[in-house]
């Protein structure tokens, strides 16, 4: 397996520092999110400036994911090659469901969230869509059609795909909570809720640690950071959240980690 030397990262100015960017502002992110836990869905209030209907917020949010990936890739010398393209299609495949279906599924009727959310997260995708296409299809060598002969990439897409399914499963529960036009919050059960309260999280976590494995970039990895900078102190904040909120919450219930944490 041939990573990305710095003498690639040197002649490719524009994806290095965007790399680094990433890099500071994941750290920053874990630090700020910390201690002031993202205002929108359960957690939300006001005071952070305009705001826009629920769904759209989610389409402004993630629609840059898939359409920064997919015109980086297809400006790339390698990313329509076969082995770029099915698993950059991977990619392209979780975010063009979670910016165009995700949101018309979601039970959200006359809720808000913050432009700045947005904007924020708009941000992010963007520059990550952008790093992780490009990484593929310029700095990525050793994704041909050998690298498939090879364990590591099978294992990210297994990973990957038992991932995709516990995201996708538990989402589909947190949905079938509410009855058309409800808006409150239940106990959730079945999957992996009996054992922890955001396995939505816990999905997504590893289907980017697989789809890093998958790829083998730099950007896939620190997309994982990105996404564990992120999503895990939201897991802690969504845990003692449903433990003040719901007498009843099941005491062995772990944060994210089953059996563990
Ligand atoms: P949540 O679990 O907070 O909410 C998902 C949806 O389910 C929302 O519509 C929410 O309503 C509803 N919901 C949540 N809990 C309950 C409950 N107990 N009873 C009834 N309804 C409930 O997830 P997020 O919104 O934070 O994330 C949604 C998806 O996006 C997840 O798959 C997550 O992995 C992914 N994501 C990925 C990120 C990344 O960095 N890659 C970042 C953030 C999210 P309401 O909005 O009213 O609270």
């Not at 002969?149 to 795909?161: E, R, S, Y």
């Not at 590893?206 to 890093?212: H, K, N, R, V």
Request: charged share 10%; with cysteine; proline share 8%.
């Amino acid at each position: 397996m041939s990573l990305p030397t710095l003498e690639l990262y040197a002649s490719h100015p524009v994806y290095a520092v965007t790399m680094w960017a990433l890099l500071v502002c994941g750290a920053l992110a874990f630090l700020a999110l910390t201690f002031i836990t993202a205002p929108y869905g359960r957690h939300g209030r006001g005071g952070w400036g305009p705001t826009l209907p629920t769904r759209w917020t989610w389409v402004l949010m993630e629609a840059p994911a898939p359409i920064a990936f997919a015109i980086t890739l297809a400006t790339t010398p390698r990313g329509l090659e076969p082995v770029p393209l099915v698993l950059g299609g991977l990619y392209i495949a979780h975010y063009t469901w979670r910016s165009f279906v995700f949101p018309f599924l979601l039970k959200v009727d006359g809720k808000r969230e913050p432009v700045l959310i947005a904007a924020l997260s708009g941000l992010f995708n963007s520059a990550n869509g952008f790093v992780n296409a490009y990484a593929i299809g310029w700095l990525a060598p050793h994704l041909d059609a050998s690298w498939l002969h090879g364990p590591v990439a099978w294992l990210g897409i297994a990973l990957f795909a038992i991932g995709y399914r516990i995201n996708h499963q538990s989402d589909a529960i947190l949905r079938n909570l509410r009855r058309p036009g409800e808006t409150g919050y239940r106990i959730p059960e079945g999957g992996l809720y009996p054992w922890v309260s955001s396995p939505n999280y816990l999905g997504e976590l590893l289907e980017w640690t697989g789809f890093a494995l998958a790829v083998s970039t730099a950007a896939g990895w620190v997309f994982v950071y990105f996404t564990a900078a992120n999503l895990v102190p939201r897991a802690i904040a969504n845990h003692a959240w449903y433990r003040s909120t719901f007498e009843d919450y099941p005491p062995e219930r772990r944060v994210l980690l089953p059996g563990l944490w």
